[in-house]
């Protein structure tokens, strides 16, 4: 799984969001979770999914009148349209400017690629000018960092008395929470950190769980990536970091996570 | 010349009234276009003020409101021409404006929709948009300024350079065949398909207008001379040179010229051969059925069948 491409792939210094269903049930609700976070927070958001998930069938329970869905709107601007200098204005690094509808008498350009829009500062600047885009590359940055505690999702599983946690995501999760209950039924304190969002990625959370434990395993299909990040989350912690990977497309069984955890606890 | 100076009959126009093709640019600037403080990021004597200028008149002979126009578009030395109007814009990545604006017009189909795209950006990596856009015959306006080259990246050779001419990357002569933009779009199942060129500004501004006006996938392909990175190095350094070129080389099409006489793969060796010819003028035109409307018929036909009807 690309995790790191979905942070790094774009070109140009900017930030991801991307989030992680590890169910097909949880697939449709975390779309609909990627839209309104896309919307309000004027960003592309990654469904990061892979293979195993994208082919499985399962029967899942969504609502009958998708209407109900509640669905966010993006920043819109109130001002009058003379006043508007553009979808890109913001005065706080952490601003997300409102954006025009095209045909609502608001001029918009949209910018996707390098030509820098007016955006900095005091608002009232025109031009294409180097300081517009220092702020406006460190703005995309901030409108997402400040927000972490809106977009970070995670789920804990028996982490309180754990002395080896799982960090898991995507489909791999469901072998995590598998293993766990085994462990626990040999005697082996085991808990799950299952990360739902995976950019920004959730340091806090990880050290908030994991600082104190004896072992963390990340089972993740490819060669440990979110494994690294673990790792850098933890520098100031004695606990072993390890991976169970695969790379040939097929689930990594339950047994495989228990086998590493009996490994590294020896 | 008479083609010229013919009165527009273009849809869209007020009954009754034909607006003056010489209203004053002053005039047209003020509704239509919104300038740059300082100085404009085209070339002296590029043929995109030209364009510009041209597509300003026919928005002021269909009388289009310009809050209701939208355009999106990929990179090139074109892409600025958007930010110069009123009108909002999305600039999308390279060769993406077909993309793009098909998006836009799904969801807001009440806008006129147009893309100005660069023969580089729209026929090379955005090839297989366009084709696509205009098979689904959906009802967007994709003007095509064709300058022989890259040239916001300084004069590569693109798809539509002519065979045999000298680029910054074909410095011994181009050594592929140059697509023909119409016979392309024709191909692909385009239903209006036009050509023009800036050395004909009355015939481009009507030509621009029918296209806009025309309900289904509209192409334009504008001749825009680039004599800075193009003509320089084929024997026409002066803007100019390259007008009077798009002059003596261009015909109007009429019933005289067969068909397949209309169209060609252009041969310009700037001391050898040269088979370079220019049929202007709607070279297609076949009413078909519009996305958006079969769209919408669909939606109230499967919404009339319920939740749980498949609407078949």
């Keep these: ?266 | 010349m008479s083609a010229e100076i013919e009165a527009p009959t273009t849809a869209g126009t007020k009954p009754g009234r034909k607006p003056d093709p010489m209203t004053p640019l002053d005039e047209l600037v003020a509704r239509y276009a919104d300038l740059p403080d300082k100085s404009f990021r085209y070339c002296p004597g590029c043929g995109l003020g030209m364009a510009q200028s041209a597509l300003m008149r026919a928005f002021h002979r269909l009388q289009l409101d310009i809050n209701q126009v939208a355009s999106a578009g990929g990179s090139g030395c074109y892409s600025i021409m958007a930010h110069y109007f009123q009108s909002s814009h999305v600039h999308g990545s390279h060769g993406r404006g077909c993309a793009v604006a098909t998006g836009m017009k799904l969801a807001r189909p009440e806008l006129t929709v147009l893309t100005l795209q660069g023969d580089g950006d729209l026929l090379a990596i955005g090839g297989n948009h366009f084709i696509h856009a205009a098979r689904r015959n959906i009802d967007i306006t994709v003007i095509c300024f064709n300058n022989f080259g890259f040239g916001d990246t300084g004069g590569q050779l693109a798809p539509t350079t002519p065979r045999g001419s000298l680029t910054k990357t074909s410095p011994f002569g181009m050594p592929e065949e140059a697509f023909d933009p119409c016979k392309l779009a024709i191909g692909a199942g385009a239903s209006f398909v036009a050509r023009s060129t800036v050395a004909h500004p009355v015939h481009l501004t009507k030509t621009l207008a029918e296209a806009i006006a025309w309900k289904g996938f509209a192409f334009v392909e504008v001749l825009q001379h680039c004599h800075v990175l193009w003509g320089r190095r084929n024997g026409m350094p002066e803007a100019m040179d390259m007008l009077n070129f798009y002059r003596e080389k261009s015909a109007f099409n009429s019933a005289d010229i067969p068909p397949d006489e209309r169209f060609g793969s252009a041969v310009y060796e700037p001391d050898g051969d040269q088979d370079i010819s220019f049929v202007l003028g709607v070279l297609h035109k076949q009413e078909r059925p519009e996305l958006t409307e079969e769209l919408a018929k669909m939606r109230q036909r499967v919404m009339a069948a319920g939740a749980d009807g498949d609407g078949a």
Excluded at chain 1, 180 to 208: C, D, H, N, S, Y
């Design chain 1, 1 to 266: 799984m690309e995790v790191m491409q979905a942070r790094y792939g774009p070109n140009g210094e900017c930030p991801a969001v991307a989030i992680s269903p590890s169910t097909v049930e949880e697939a449709f609700w975390l779309t609909v979770k990627a839209v309104n976070l896309s919307e309000t927070l004027r960003t592309v958001v990654i469904v990061l999914s892979e293979g195993l998930l994208g082919l499985q069938r399962a029967v899942v329970d969504v609502p009958d009148d998708y209407s109900t869905i509640e669905l966010e709107e993006r920043p819109r601007p109130t001002m009058a349209p003379t006043e508007y200098n553009g979808a890109y204005i913001a005065n706080q690094l952490t601003d997300v400017p409102p954006i025009a509808d095209f045909g609502s008498g608001y001029k918009s350009i949209i910018n996707t690629v390098g030509i820098q829009p007016p955006g900095g500062g005091d608002g009232s600047i025109h031009g294409l000018r180097l300081d517009n885009q220092e702020f406006t590359i460190r703005r995309l940055h901030e409108k997402i960092l400040s927000r972490q505690d809106e977009i970070i999702m995670t789920e804990r599983h028996q982490v309180e008395d754990a002395e080896v946690i799982y960090v898991a995501f995507g489909t791999q999760a469901q072998s995590a929470l598998a293993a766990m209950q085994q462990a626990r039924a040999r005697g082996i304190k085991a808990g799950v950190l299952r990360l739902i969002t995976i950019w920004p990625f959730p340091e806090e959370v990880v050290r908030e769980c994991c600082a104190n434990v004896r072992a963390v395993v990340v089972p993740e299909m490819n060669l440990g990536q979110v494994r690294l990040l673990v790792v850098n989350a933890l520098t100031d912690s004695e606990a072993a970091v390890v991976g169970v990977n695969h790379v040939d497309s097929t689930f990594i069984e339950p047994g495989e996570i228990l086998a590493k955890t009996e490994e590294v606890l020896q």
